[in-house]
């Protein structure tokens, strides 16, 4: 008896960081979205628990020790022995929540497997701040540290996400940053019923990492001129880097766009995608 998730890749298409807390986490304001393309988890009933990586990027998981998908699963109340595949299919530390999306995919895999509940809120933030999010898998408005999730609808974005196959750590993107107390996502009046409408009211938000991971990863600057250059309506980095998306006004302009990408710049990992309403996708 096994159990199969999607871990889909998490997008910020805006980020704003509005504070700093006592104990050093930066609160955060972010409008967050799914795309289709994702890490794939399976897991088995087993006698002891064990971790199998492949995929395209599996490489950059050699080491299994201390994976955050083996954190997770001590989550659970009881000894729950499972045999864990993961397929990497995005790339590490990338700004689109890899290891987190793996991490709450493990955890809704057990979940329905072992017909057990899921960890606490609390627990699960402690995996980190993505993960609340990524148990979801559905359009929020994130905000605080993670933890205040509210549910929104978006309509269809035709997506191409890039990465230029750099990898950016968090800690020194926020390390970096010369305000922590930029202004909050203004939600009054935003019209998220169409496409265009969406895609215009986002251009009004911002990423405030997007400018500090550039300086340490410069070719983030480069894609995302190549996403404008190939008709991008809206070119933004999502988390903290270096993956960047543009989104395109229906599917044809993205997978063109997707197209050109992947024949001038063959080394890129390019992803054409659609983000995902409030429909679930399992």
Same mark, same amino acid.
């Given at each position: @008896?096994?159990?199969?998730?999607?871990?889909?890749?998490? &997008?910020?298409?805006?980020? +704003?960081?509005?504070?700093?807390?006592?104990?050093?986490? +930066?609160?955060?304001?972010?409008?967050? =979205?799914?795309?289709?393309?994702?890490?794939?988890?399976?897991?088995?009933?087993?006698? =002891?628990?064990?971790?199998?990586?492949?995929?395209?990027?599996?490489?950059?998981?050699?080491?299994? #020790?201390?994976?955050?998908?083996? /954190?997770?699963?001590?989550?659970?109340?009881?000894? &729950?022995?499972?045999?864990?595949?993961?397929?990497?299919? %995005?790339?590490?530390?990338?700004?689109?929540?890899?290891?987190? =999306?793996?991490?709450?995919?493990?955890? /809704?895999?057990?979940?329905? %497997?072992?017909?057990?509940?899921?960890? #606490?809120?609390?627990?699960?933030?402690?995996?980190?701040?993505?993960?609340?999010?990524?148990?979801?898998?559905?359009?929020?408005? @994130?905000?605080?540290?993670?933890?205040?999730?509210?549910?929104?609808?978006?309509?269809?974005?035709?997506?191409?996400?890039?990465?230029?196959?750099?990898?950016?750590?968090?800690?020194?993107?926020?390390?970096? %940053?010369? #305000?922590?107390?930029?202004?909050?996502?203004?939600?009054?009046?935003?019209?998220?019923?169409?496409?265009?409408?969406?895609?215009?009211?986002?251009?009004?938000?911002?990423?405030?990492?997007?400018?500090?991971?550039?300086?340490?990863?410069?070719?983030?600057?480069?894609?995302?001129?190549?996403?404008?250059?190939?008709?991008?309506?809206?070119?933004? @980095?999502?988390?903290?880097?270096?993956?960047?998306?543009?989104?395109?006004?229906?599917?044809? @302009?993205?997978?063109?766009?997707?197209?050109?990408?992947?024949?001038? +710049?063959?080394?890129?990992?390019?992803? /054409?995608?659609?983000?995902?309403?409030?429909?679930? &996708?399992?």
């Amino acid at each position: @008896m096994q159990n199969s998730e999607l871990a889909q890749a998490k &997008i910020n298409l805006a980020l +704003h960081v509005t504070g700093l807390r006592d104990d050093g986490y +930066h609160l955060l304001d972010s409008i967050v =979205a799914f795309a289709g393309c994702g890490d794939r988890i399976t897991l088995r009933k087993a006698a =002891a628990s064990s971790l199998n990586i492949s995929g395209p990027f599996a490489q950059q998981l050699a080491d299994t #020790s201390d994976n955050i998908v083996l /954190r997770a699963l001590s989550l659970f109340s009881q000894d &729950i022995p499972v045999e864990i595949d993961l397929e990497k299919n %995005l790339p590490v530390a990338a700004g689109i929540g890899g290891g987190s =999306a793996d991490a709450a995919a493990v955890l /809704r895999a057990v979940a329905r %497997l072992y017909g057990v509940p899921l960890p #606490s809120s609390e627990q699960v933030l402690r995996l980190g701040a993505d993960v609340p999010v990524c148990l979801t898998q559905k359009p929020v408005r @994130m905000q605080g540290v993670g933890e205040l999730l509210t549910p929104i609808s978006l309509p269809e974005l035709h997506t191409v996400l890039v990465n230029p196959g750099v990898a950016v750590a968090t800690g020194p993107v926020f390390d970096a %940053l010369e #305000s922590r107390t930029n202004p909050a996502i203004p939600m009054e009046g935003a019209n998220l019923s169409q496409a265009r409408q969406t895609i215009d009211w986002l251009k009004t938000l911002r990423n405030d990492l997007q400018s500090d991971a550039i300086l340490q990863a410069p070719e983030i600057d480069s894609v995302l001129a190549a996403l404008r250059e190939v008709g991008a309506d809206l070119a933004r @980095m999502s988390g903290s880097g270096a993956t960047c998306f543009g989104l395109f006004e229906d599917s044809a @302009m993205a997978e063109r766009a997707a197209g050109l990408l992947r024949e001038k +710049h063959p080394h890129w990992w390019v992803c /054409r995608t659609v983000l995902q309403t409030a429909r679930e &996708i399992t």
